[in-house]
């Protein structure tokens, strides 16, 4: 039976993330290896059993069966904006074969978020467990951050200028506050984007030091892809515990 590799992030603070990049979509953070151990298993099987559950092959591998493959260093400490470790997997050129299976595995995590958050009332979208984000702010990350993902491989545009299709797509996104309406509008966008790239740009590695403060984290068409599942399937388990908190509170009854 394969051992899975996962390939750890670690920050100076002793948090850790861990990715299991093969099949891709989990990111995971932990406040530090001893609280991973205990916890990576579970993820593991709970994403495997996701993946399957969609029809997609995974490997025949137990999910306590795992090794560190991959230990990357980063600048920040996992919050919104930080740097996300870059891999030797990440350097292999992307085929187009393999960006459909991204972006279908990307789907799969993609309807799990609209099925979430579509007519949600605006007391739902805006309430707040334990001084935490609103899924109104959360989604609005969701977006903001595909969008970015995108740039992540784009030559510097203050040089180039940006991309037509991508300057396209933050004005729709900017001409309304609809949160649901702006994913709708990002993730046809980022599909159509991934599938238009050239040989050159889906075997680039970029140092980007545009829309960012971290000016030396490293990109590739392959990290923007599985940053995509990783991060929307992060953040439809955010949402979900809201709305779970959010139910519990507003619905007693029913506990």
């Known amino acids: 039976m394969n051992i899975l590799d996962i390939y750890l992030d670690v920050a100076t603070s002793g948090r850790v993330m861990a990715h299991l990049l093969e099949p891709p979509g989990l990111g995971m953070r932990f406040e530090s290896r001893a609280a991973m151990r205990p916890r990576l298993p579970r993820a593991v099987a709970a994403h495997l059993a996701w993946v399957r559950r969609h029809g997609e092959s995974v490997p025949p591998a137990r999910p306590d069966r795992y090794q560190v493959a991959e230990e990357v260093f980063v600048a920040g400490n996992f919050e919104s904006g930080d740097d996300v470790g870059f891999y030797r997997p990440d350097t292999v050129p992307v085929t187009p074969g393999e960006i459909d299976r991204y972006l279908r595995i990307a789907g799969y995590a993609h309807q799990d ?61 900017d001409a309304t506050e609809d949160m649901v309406e702006r994913l ?33 984290e490293r990109w590739s068409a392959r990290k923007m892809l599985r940053r995509c599942i990783e991060h929307c399937r992060e953040h439809s388990g955010s949402i979900e515990q809201i709305l779970a908190a959010y139910h519990y509170r507003s619905f007693p009854h029913r506990r």
Do not use: K
């Open 113 to 173: 978020l609209f099925q979430l958050v579509q007519g949600l009332s605006h007391t739902a979208f805006d309430w707040v467990r334990d001084g935490g984000r609103p899924i109104r702010t959360i989604l609005r990350h969701v977006v903001s951050a595909e969008l970015w993902y995108m740039t992540r491989i784009i030559d510097d545009p203050d040089r180039h200028g940006m991309p037509a299709e991508l300057a396209e797509t933050d004005r729709r996104i």
């Open 184 to 216: 709708r509008i990002v993730w046809p966008a980022f599909q159509q984007w991934a599938r238009s790239l050239t040989d050159d740009v889906r075997g680039r590695v970029t140092v980007p030091t545009w829309f960012t403060e971290r000016t030396e």
